[in-house]
Nanobody
């Protein structure tokens, strides 16, 4: 079964940090570019960061300079969240092939993600 598992979420105060991890236990996506998305209640699913297999990155304007996406040797895709703001509160998901979303050619439905997501809650 193809599955991704997001972890590392939690509750922090504004200005705090969290590190999210996306684990591909079945290595189904080892050769895929990956993206991190988030969805807050009442909001659309939003792509916030993406990384290519060779390490090139992209960030949405809402998180650039505060979030950092990376991959380790095991092909886990991490997202470091620094200087968190209350508006970063959302469920965060990872998924492959983010570039059509970056280009605006398509949208990703977070409810169709491969994992359950991880909740990030930032209080003011």
């Amino acid at each position: 079964e193809v599955q991704l598992m997001e972890s590392g979420g939690g509750s922090v105060q504004a200005g705090g940090s969290l590190r999210l991890s996306c684990t591909d236990s079945g290595h189904a996506f080892d050769r895929y570019d990956m993206g991190w998305y988030r969805q807050a209640p009442g909001n659309e699913c939003e792509l916030v960061a993406a990384i290519t297999v060779d390490g090139s990155t992209w960030y949405s304007s809402s998180v650039k300079g505060r979030f950092t996406i990376s991959q380790d040797n095991a092909k886990n895709t991490d997202l470091q969240l620094d200087n968190l703001k209350p508006e970063d509160t959302a469920v965060y998901y990872c998924a492959p092939d983010p570039w059509l979303v970056v280009a605006g050619s398509t949208k990703f439905d977070c409810s169709n993600s491969w994992g359950q997501g991880t909740q990030v809650t930032v209080s003011s």
